[in-house]
T-cell receptor, first 113, second 115 residues
Framework: SQTIHQWPATLVQPVGSPLSLECTVE??????LYWYRQAAGRGLQLLFY??????ISSEVPQNLSASRPQDRQFILSSKKLLLSDSGFYLC????????????FGPGTRLTVL | AQSVTQLDSQVPVFEEAPVELRCNYS??????LFWYVQYPNQGLQLLLK??????LVKGINGFEAEFNKSQTSFHLRKPSVHISDTAEYFC?????????????FGTGTQLKVEL
């Protein structure tokens, strides 16, 4: 069966510090991968998605970036965090596009102080 | 472009009562529709999805939803709720795109089941 992991589970960082959140998927190959951010009362916002190694599409211009160094690894990064980067970050995967279900990880709670 | 509207941010309901969570969408292309549930501090879990065919879709935990193309709606229902159904519910739409599976989510509805 497939599983998706995210770490860390929680993170408190000062403004201006760097960020690295990691997501890995097990039990499947060549999945589509996604990063979402969930802010209170605003639903989920798609930040990045990837259909293959090195292929990253950005949905929202911001100070975040994503990379996919391996088939089942997806990393969300920032060089300098802003207060507005606080939120709950969710990684998800799917087999493909269109009708395929997205399967979500447990999330990372990021607080920027 | 596609969008999803969940008009009710919070829905309080007593245990064993029926509930309906509303979802309306807009899209210029054919869509697939999803309902996800999120328990506190957890990721999202798929409840059900509509792809094609029968407009009444049954999901897990006794939930069902009906796709209404003329009203562009996909409301979620349960005839009798339980305390354990307390969670946030998200409606989402996925259009036919050239790559990936870009889900557009609504802002969510917090369902609070009370004794």
């Amino acid at each position: 069966s497939q599983t998706i992991h995210q770490w860390p589970a929680t993170l408190v960082q000062p403004v201006g510090s760097p960020l690295s959140l990691e997501c890995t998927v097990e039990g499947t190959s060549n999945p589509n991968l996604y990063w979402y951010r969930q802010a209170a009362g605003r639903g989920l916002q798609l930040l990045f998605y990837s259909v293959g190694i090195g292929q990253i599409s950005s949905e929202v211009p911001q100070n975040l970036s994503a990379s996919r160094p391996q088939d089942r690894q997806f990393i969300l990064s920032s060089k300098k965090l802003l207060l507005s980067d606080s939120g709950f970050y969710l990684c998800a995967w799917s087999y493909g596009g269109g009708a395929d279900t997205q399967y979500f990880g447990p999330g990372t709670r990021l607080t920027v102080l | 472009a596609q969008s999803v509207t969940q008009l009710d941010s919070q829905v309080p309901v007593f245990e064993e009562a029926p509930v309906e969570l509303r979802c309306n969408y807009s899209s210029s292309v054919s869509v697939y529709l999803f309902w996800y549930v999120q328990y506190p501090n957890q990721g999202l879990q798929l409840l059900l999805k509509y792809l094609s065919g029968s407009t009444l879709v049954k999901g897990i935990n006794g939930f069902e939803a009906e796709f209404n193309k003329s009203q562009t709606s996909f409301h979620l229902r349960k005839p009798s709720v339980h305390i354990s159904d307390t969670a946030e519910y998200f409606c989402a739409v996925s259009g036919l795109t050239g790559g990936g599976n870009k889900l557009t989510f609504g802002t969510g509805t917090q369902l609070k089941v009370e004794l």
